[in-house]
């Protein structure tokens, strides 16, 4: 697929890119270098290959969950000083 200086002008714009002229020409050969290596990994022969998720055979070992029923609110409480009966005070910021 060839690219030209028109369709670098269209995708700058659709990208809200400001390009100056001498610009352009960088930009199209690095779009079609990109094009054709998209090319060359699109003649691939991958019919003999097995699509996988991943590339090792292997299962991830993870521990089992457990509810643990916690209240740590008086050990977090003790490191303010502006907590009064489980509450934190705060300074009043809407009048």
């Known amino acids: 697929m060839a690219i030209t200086k028109s369709d670098i002008e269209h995708l700058c714009g ?28 699109q003649s691939a022969d991958t019919d003999e290959i097995i699509p996988m998720a991943h590339p090792l055979d292997m299962h991830q070992r ?22 009064e009966e489980g509450f934190y005070k705060v300074p009043k910021v809407i009048e």
Do not use: C, F, G, H
């Open 14 to 41: 659709l990208s809200k890119l400001n390009l100056d002229d001498d610009e352009i020409p960088i930009y199209l050969q690095q779009m079609t270098d990109i094009l054709e290596m998209i090319e060359q990994l």
């Open 62 to 83: 993870l521990r089992e969950d457990k509810v643990i029923d916690t209240n740590d609110r008086d050990i977090y409480q003790k490191n303010s000083l502006n907590a």
